[in-house]
């Protein structure tokens, strides 16, 4: 069983950086492809940015393109989501997933163990 724990999150000026933090326990990391995906208030969870096991690839949304960076440190068995530019729109609750089958995906369905999120807010 793999736990997932994010932190980072807060309450930011438009403008400004964050960093998501999300520690990983409980299983081999480094097998994994990591995902962050988010969920604003009345709205479905969206794909955000995703990375290979090793981290030589990456994904993101074409909302987040350029702005956020997603980046991995297996040794420490963490993913991290550095999010520049911030936008009133990048308002949601965040989340880390961990996808088993190997290669990188944005459909959330296909990713097997999930965080609980943490809030992100931009205020305007």
């Known amino acids: 069983q793999v736990q997932l724990v994010e932190s980072g999150g807060g309450l930011v000026q438009a403008g400004g950086s964050l960093r998501l933090s999300c520690e990983a326990s409980g299983g081999t990391f480094s097998a994994y492809v990591m995902g962050w995906f988010r969920q604003a208030p009345g709205k479905e969870r969206e794909f955000v940015a995703a990375i290979s096991s090793r981290g030589q690839r990456t994904y993101y949304a074409d909302s987040v393109k350029g702005r956020f960076t997603i980046s991995r440190d297996n040794a420490k068995n963490t993913v991290y989501l550095q999010m520049n530019s911030l936008k009133p729109e990048d308002t949601a609750v965040y989340y880390c997933?961990?996808?088993?089958?190997?290669?990188?995906?944005?459909?959330?369905?296909?990713?097997?163990?999930w965080g609980r999120g943490t809030q992100v807010t931009v205020s305007s």
């Open positions: 997933a961990a996808d088993l089958r190997g290669w990188i995906t944005t459909r959330d369905y296909e990713y097997a163990y």
